[in-house]
């Protein structure tokens, strides 16, 4: 059986075209090298491969992400290795880091994901502000064990720490991101996600529950003009902003993500300097 063949067998099955090249290159030690297989596609599928391959097959049928199956996904242009003990990394996500960018250049400053997970935001914000000093929090052991790998394997100087979101971290922070779990218990998409781990998508009936925790704790770790930066579910910007608003932080306000869903809000942390007129010559 040529590689075609092998494509057009896992499409029959109904795998979609691009997993089925994306599994294959990963089996054949070619990771994501789409025009090594245009240009080999006649070459035979090495008989010793081919039980993997219709396992991969049958298990990314079951609904289990590619990027576990490979055991990689990028991220703002990292590659972090990901497996079933943390949420895969979705590009939507990305916006949280392009917005924390916008917010600060490289000067020193103090920063903190909160549930990490595999470390994404926090590695790509180390990445690119050398200088930052930044935090990673997760409650997990074992999202934290693959974080640090991430970390050591880029050779990035993030601190990691065990806990419940602000809880057991001293600030001040002069920034505060995190993508926490937003999803209603009982949504009808959860099935499509069941092999991701549930404590880092779903935060009680209406999906707030953490969102509510970490806007009541960030009050209290910002510094006076710092920001929080949080992800949230497609349907939730107006309750965020109320949240927000209600822990009495200023300038609420939300950003797109790729697909021009409503994503994410921040807001300040208000300081004593924001009334004081400009001071002149
Ligand atoms: N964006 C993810 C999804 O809907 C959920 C991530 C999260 O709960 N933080 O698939």
């Not at 896992?10 to 599994?23: E, F, K, P, S, Y």
């Not at 953490?210 to 309750?239: C, F, N």
């Amino acid at each position: 059986m040529s590689l075609a063949d092998a494509l057009a067998q896992a499409r029959h099955m109904g795998l979609d075209a691009l997993d089925a090249q994306l599994l294959l290159l990963h089996l054949l030690g070619r990771a994501d090298d789409r025009a090594w297989l245009r240009a080999h596609d006649t070459d035979a599928l090495p008989p010793s491969v081919a039980p993997a391959w219709q396992e991969l097959c049958r298990r990314r049928l079951a609904g289990e992400p590619v990027a576990y199956l490979v055991g990689r996904k990028e991220f703002f242009g990292l590659p972090l290795a990901v497996d079933a003990r943390v949420l895969v990394p979705r590009p939507d996500t990305e916006t949280l880091v392009e917005w924390a960018l916008e917010l600060h250049g490289p000067a020193p400053l103090k920063a903190v994901d909160l549930g990490t997970g595999s470390g994404a935001i926090a590695l790509a914000l180390q990445h690119a502000r050398p200088a930052w000093e930044v935090w990673a929090v997760d409650a997990s052991a074992q999202a934290l064990t693959v974080a640090r790998t991430n970390a050591t394997q880029l050779a990035l100087p993030v601190r990691f720490h065990q806990g419940d979101w602000l809880s057991s971290l001293p600030g001040p922070f002069d920034l505060i991101v995190s993508n926490p779990p937003y999803i209603a218990e009982g949504y009808d998409h959860l099935p499509a996600l069941r092999h991701e781990p549930q404590s880092a998508l779903v935060s009680g009936r209406d999906g707030l529950d953490d969102l509510r925790k970490i806007i009541g704790q960030a009050t209290t770790r910002l510094v006076p003009g710092g920001w929080l930066l949080l992800e949230h579910g497609h349907d939730q910007s107006a309750a965020v902003h109320t949240l927000l608003k209600a822990a009495g932080l200023a300038q609420v306000c939300s950003r797109q993500d790729l697909a021009g869903i409503v994503r994410c809000t921040g807001a300040r942390l208000p300081s004593p300097m924001d009334n004081k007129p400009l001071t002149q010559g």
